[in-house]
C-alpha cells in the first residue's frame, strides 16, 4: 500500500509539471513572434524603399541621358558658332579689302577724268584753230589761192607754195586726229575703270548681304547654343536631386538592412533563450521522473537543432596576388561572383551591383580607382583595339560595361533577371575597349 501510494505521489508530481509546460504561457513566446512580425515590417519596408530607389535610378539614368544628349547638342551648335564666326570674319576682311579696292578705283577714275577732259578740251582747241583756218581761206576764196601762186618767183617757189598749203591742211587733220583717238582711248579707259568700279560693288553689295546674313545665323546659334546651356543646367539640377535621392534611398535601406539585422539577433537571442528556458524545464522534469522526461527531452532537443546552411565563401583579391599577370588576376576574381544578383545603383559583388558598380568594385578591391558610371569609363585608362584586348580589359557598349576574361568571353552584371554572367563580348555593338592595368 505503501508503495502504491509513493508511486501515486510520484506520478502526481510528473503529471503536474508536464501539465505546467503545457499549460504556462512563456513570455519568450509572444516576444519572438512580435520581433518576427517587427522584422517582417522593417523588411517590407526595404522591398520598398528598393524599389523606390530603383525608381529614382532610372529617373537619374534618364536625367544622366539627357545631359548627355544635350551636352552632345550644346557642343555641336558651339563647333557651328565658331564656324559661322570665321565665315563672318573672312567675310569682313574681304569687305576691307573691296573697299581699298574701290578707293584705289575712285582714285583712278577721277585722275582718267582729268586725263579725259585736258584731251577733250586740247581736241577742241585744235579744232577751233583748224576752223579759223579753213573759214580765212574760204572767206578769202580761191583769188589768194592763185594770187599766192602767181606771186611765186619761180616754178618750184610755186610748188613749195602749193606744198606749203596741202602740209598744212594735213598738219590740222593728223592732228585732230591724234586727239581724237587720245580721248577716245582715255573715254575708253575711264568707261573700263568705270565698269570694274560697278562690279567692285556689286561684290560689296553681295558681301555685305552675306556679312548680314552669317550675323543672323550667328546671333540665332548664339540663342539656341543659350537655351541649351539652360536646358543643360536644369537637366544637371534634374540629376543632382535623382542623385540626392538615390543616397537618401541607400542611406534608408542601410538604415533598414542594419535593423533587420539588429532584429534577428534580437530573434536569434530569444530563440536561444527559449531554447535555454525550455532545457532547464526538461531538466526539472528528469530529475522527476528520469525514464518518461529522458525521452521528450531527447525529443525536444533533436527537434530544437536549427537546421545550418551553408553560405558560398569567396576569394579575397589578395589571394590572387602571383597567381599570373594583373589582368588575369582581376578577371579570374571577377568570375567567383558569376551568379549573384543584379542591383541598380548597387556596388556589392555578392548583394547585388549593376554593371558600372560592378566593374567599379572589381577594381577597387585591386586598389585602382575607376569612374562609377558606364559613360565615364568609356574614357579611362588607355584605349586599345578590340583585337589586342586581354583578360583585364573593359569592355564599353552603349549605356552598358563588362569585364574581358578572354577568349572572347566578358563577365558582366547583365539585367536584374540574369543577374552577373558571361556572356560574347560581340553581343552588342562595342563602344571602346579600356586598358587600366
Given at each position: 500500500m505503501h508503495m502504491r501510494r509513493?508511486?501515486?505521489?510520484?506520478?502526481?508530481?510528473?503529471?503536474?509539471?508536464?501539465?505546467m509546460v503545457l499549460a504556462a504561457k512563456p513570455v519568450w513566446a509572444t516576444s519572438i513572434s512580435d520581433l518576427?512580425?517587427?522584422?517582417?515590417?522593417?523588411?517590407?519596408k526595404k522591398k520598398e524603399a528598393d524599389a523606390k530607389k530603383a525608381e529614382e535610378q532610372q529617373r537619374y539614368n534618364n536625367a544622366s541621358g539627357k545631359v548627355n544628349s544635350i551636352q552632345s547638342e550644346v557642343d555641336e551648335v558651339a563647333e557651328e558658332i565658331e564656324e559661322v564666326d570665321a565665315a563672318l570674319v573672312e567675310t569682313l576682311a574681304s569687305?576691307?579689302?573691296i573697299e581699298e579696292d574701290i578707293a584705289k578705283k575712285k582714285d583712278q577714275i577721277e585722275e582718267t577724268t582729268k586725263e579725259y577732259e585736258e584731251a577733250q578740251a586740247v581736241e577742241a582747241q585744235q579744232y577751233e584753230s583748224m576752223k579759223l583756218r579753213i573759214k580765212f581761206m574760204y572767206e578769202k576764196g580761191d583769188t589768194n589761192y592763185l594770187q599766192l601762186l602767181l606771186e611765186s618767183q619761180n616754178f618750184s617757189d610755186m610748188v613749195n607754195k602749193a606744198e606749203y598749203v596741202e602740209k598744212l591742211y594735213e598738219y590740222d587733220r593728223r592732228l585732230l586726229e591724234e586727239y581724237k583717238i587720245a580721248r577716245e582711248t582715255v573715254a575708253a579707259l575711264k568707261q573700263?575703270?568705270?565698269d570694274e568700279m560697278a562690279e567692285l560693288q556689286a561684290q560689296e553689295h553681295e558681301l555685305m548681304e552675306e556679312k548680314a546674313s552669317l550675323e543672323a545665323i550667328l546671333e540665332e546659334k548664339k540663342r539656341t547654343y543659350e537655351n541649351y546651356e539652360v536646358q543643360l543646367a536644369q537637366a544637371k539640377q534634374e540629376a543632382a536631386i535623382y542623385k540626392a535621392n538615390i543616397k537618401k534611398q541607400n542611406d534608408e535601406i542601410r538604415k533598414l538592412e542594419s535593423e533587420v539585422a539588429k532584429k534577428q539577433s534580437e530573434i536569434d537571442a530569444a530563440k536561444k533563450a527559449e531554447e535555454e528556458a525550455r532545457k532547464a524545464q526538461e531538466l526539472a522534469l528528469q530529475n522527476e521522473a528520469a525514464q518518461s522526461s529522458s525521452k521528450s527531452s531527447s525529443s525536444d532537443s533533436s527537434s530544437s537543432q536549427g537546421s545550418s546552411s551553408s553560405?558560398?565563401?569567396?576569394a579575397s583579391a589578395s589571394s590572387y596576388s602571383g597567381t599570373s599577370g594583373k589582368g588575369q588576376q582581376i578577371a579570374n576574381y571577377a568570375c567567383q561572383f558569376i551568379g549573384n544578383p543584379y542591383v541598380s545603383g548597387g556596388t556589392s559583388l555578392t548583394q547585388g551591383a549593376d554593371c558600372s558598380g560592378f566593374v567599379w568594385r572589381v577594381y577597387s578591391d585591386f586598389g585602382y580607382s575607376v569612374p562609377r558610371t558606364s559613360y565615364s569609363l568609356r574614357s579611362a585608362g588607355t584605349g586599345v583595339s578590340y583585337s589586342e584586348a586581354q583578360p583585364g580589359d573593359i569592355m564599353c557598349y552603349a549605356g552598358h560595361v563588362g569585364i574581358y576574361i578572354g577568349n572572347g568571353q566578358i563577365v558582366h552584371a547583365s539585367t536584374p533577371r540574369?543577374?552577373?554572367k558571361?556572356?560574347?563580348?560581340?553581343?552588342k555593338e562595342i563602344l571602346s575597349v579600356r586598358r587600366i592595368v
Amino acid at each position: 500500500m505503501h508503495m502504491r501510494r509513493k508511486r501515486i505521489r510520484h506520478l502526481s508530481v510528473v503529471l503536474a509539471a508536464v501539465i505546467m509546460v503545457l499549460a504556462a504561457k512563456p513570455v519568450w513566446a509572444t516576444s519572438i513572434s512580435d520581433l518576427e512580425r517587427q522584422k517582417q515590417e522593417m523588411e517590407q519596408k526595404k522591398k520598398e524603399a528598393d524599389a523606390k530607389k530603383a525608381e529614382e535610378q532610372q529617373r537619374y539614368n534618364n536625367a544622366s541621358g539627357k545631359v548627355n544628349s544635350i551636352q552632345s547638342e550644346v557642343d555641336e551648335v558651339a563647333e557651328e558658332i565658331e564656324e559661322v564666326d570665321a565665315a563672318l570674319v573672312e567675310t569682313l576682311a574681304s569687305v576691307d579689302l573691296i573697299e581699298e579696292d574701290i578707293a584705289k578705283k575712285k582714285d583712278q577714275i577721277e585722275e582718267t577724268t582729268k586725263e579725259y577732259e585736258e584731251a577733250q578740251a586740247v581736241e577742241a582747241q585744235q579744232y577751233e584753230s583748224m576752223k579759223l583756218r579753213i573759214k580765212f581761206m574760204y572767206e578769202k576764196g580761191d583769188t589768194n589761192y592763185l594770187q599766192l601762186l602767181l606771186e611765186s618767183q619761180n616754178f618750184s617757189d610755186m610748188v613749195n607754195k602749193a606744198e606749203y598749203v596741202e602740209k598744212l591742211y594735213e598738219y590740222d587733220r593728223r592732228l585732230l586726229e591724234e586727239y581724237k583717238i587720245a580721248r577716245e582711248t582715255v573715254a575708253a579707259l575711264k568707261q573700263k575703270l568705270e565698269d570694274e568700279m560697278a562690279e567692285l560693288q556689286a561684290q560689296e553689295h553681295e558681301l555685305m548681304e552675306e556679312k548680314a546674313s552669317l550675323e543672323a545665323i550667328l546671333e540665332e546659334k548664339k540663342r539656341t547654343y543659350e537655351n541649351y546651356e539652360v536646358q543643360l543646367a536644369q537637366a544637371k539640377q534634374e540629376a543632382a536631386i535623382y542623385k540626392a535621392n538615390i543616397k537618401k534611398q541607400n542611406d534608408e535601406i542601410r538604415k533598414l538592412e542594419s535593423e533587420v539585422a539588429k532584429k534577428q539577433s534580437e530573434i536569434d537571442a530569444a530563440k536561444k533563450a527559449e531554447e535555454e528556458a525550455r532545457k532547464a524545464q526538461e531538466l526539472a522534469l528528469q530529475n522527476e521522473a528520469a525514464q518518461s522526461s529522458s525521452k521528450s527531452s531527447s525529443s525536444d532537443s533533436s527537434s530544437s537543432q536549427g537546421s545550418s546552411s551553408s553560405s558560398k565563401s569567396y576569394a579575397s583579391a589578395s589571394s590572387y596576388s602571383g597567381t599570373s599577370g594583373k589582368g588575369q588576376q582581376i578577371a579570374n576574381y571577377a568570375c567567383q561572383f558569376i551568379g549573384n544578383p543584379y542591383v541598380s545603383g548597387g556596388t556589392s559583388l555578392t548583394q547585388g551591383a549593376d554593371c558600372s558598380g560592378f566593374v567599379w568594385r572589381v577594381y577597387s578591391d585591386f586598389g585602382y580607382s575607376v569612374p562609377r558610371t558606364s559613360y565615364s569609363l568609356r574614357s579611362a585608362g588607355t584605349g586599345v583595339s578590340y583585337s589586342e584586348a586581354q583578360p583585364g580589359d573593359i569592355m564599353c557598349y552603349a549605356g552598358h560595361v563588362g569585364i574581358y576574361i578572354g577568349n572572347g568571353q566578358i563577365v558582366h552584371a547583365s539585367t536584374p533577371r540574369s543577374g552577373i554572367k558571361i556572356t560574347h563580348a560581340t553581343y552588342k555593338e562595342i563602344l571602346s575597349v579600356r586598358r587600366i592595368v
